[in-house]
């Protein structure tokens, strides 16, 4: 008897905390900037802008977005797969490992923001050359790592936006400053035979 009465409360108190847990899952994934940031509001506080091909310095971290890199149709739709071609430097002693769902997204100039894409990643293993680094990547102690990452699911017409990047380093949860490279349609670069397999 002890033993149901057990299993019958810990079935109610899952049932209480489920409702909560799925609430806080929406607001942390909805795409808007005010809830997505409620909690969190020095996110991207210290904001730092460059063109594409100059580096740019955050946090002690030295990002060039060298160019974007349109793949081409890709989907039944016509959309195209983007990828984003960086240089980052590292002049700490502490390597760290960088992702495309944390430290990179783009910026549209009606505010809303579009997150790198899996089905994205998964077509550039498949494809790309191993100049294509996978999620997630290390940035080396005391280096420089270059490399083609990301990818992002955009239709064709959408050709101007800005890349940000939030120079993390080892902590993941360190959004205080991002790097913002707006991007135009003479900075999208079609893939070249070198990135393929």
Same mark, same amino acid.
């Given at each position: 008897?002890?033993?149901?009465?057990?299993?019958?409360?810990?079935?109610?108190?899952? %049932?209480?905390?489920?409702?909560?847990?799925?609430?806080?899952?929406?607001?942390? =994934? @909805?795409?808007?900037? &005010?809830?997505? *940031? #409620?909690?969190?509001?020095?996110?991207?506080?210290?904001?730092?802008?460059?063109?594409?091909?100059?580096?740019?310095?955050?946090?002690?971290?030295?990002?060039?977005?060298?160019?974007?890199?349109?793949?081409?149709?890709?989907?039944?739709?016509?959309?195209?797969?983007?990828?984003?071609?960086?240089?980052?430097?590292?002049?700490?002693?502490?390597?760290?490992?960088?992702?495309? %769902?944390?430290?990179?997204?783009?910026?549209?100039?009606?505010?809303?923001?579009? =997150? @790198?894409?899996?089905? &994205?990643?998964? *077509? #550039?293993?498949?494809?790309?050359?191993?100049?294509?680094?996978?999620?997630?990547?290390?940035?080396?102690?005391?280096?420089?790592?270059?490399?083609?990452?990301?990818?992002?699911?955009?239709?064709?017409?959408?050709?101007?936006?800005?890349?940000?990047?939030?120079?993390?380093?080892?902590?993941?949860?360190?959004?205080?400053?991002?790097?913002?490279?707006?991007?135009?349609?003479?900075?999208?670069?079609?893939?070249?035979?070198?990135?393929?397999?």
């Amino acid at each position: 008897m002890k033993i149901f009465r057990f299993t019958a409360l810990a079935m109610a108190a899952v %049932l209480a905390l489920t409702p909560a847990v799925g609430c806080k899952h929406n607001i942390k =994934s @909805s795409s808007s900037n &005010a809830a997505k *940031y #409620a909690d969190h509001p020095e996110i991207g506080e210290i904001k730092v802008t460059a063109n594409v091909n100059q580096e740019a310095e955050a946090n002690e971290t030295f990002f060039t977005l060298n160019k974007v890199i349109d793949a081409g149709a890709q989907t039944e739709n016509g959309e195209h797969y983007y990828y984003l071609d960086i240089t980052i430097r590292n002049n700490t002693d502490t390597a760290y490992e960088l992702t495309r %769902l944390n430290n990179f997204y783009l910026l549209f100039s009606d505010g809303t923001e579009l =997150s @790198s894409a899996v089905r &994205a990643e998964l *077509y #550039a293993i498949n494809n790309f050359s191993d100049k294509y680094r996978k999620s997630p990547f290390t940035i080396p102690a005391n280096g420089t790592f270059t490399g083609v990452v990301s990818g992002f699911v955009l239709t064709p017409d959408k050709t101007d936006f800005t890349v940000g990047f939030f120079p993390t380093r080892e902590n993941t949860e360190d959004k205080k400053n991002v790097i913002l490279v707006p991007v135009t349609a003479s900075d999208i670069v079609p893939i070249t035979d070198d990135l393929k397999k």
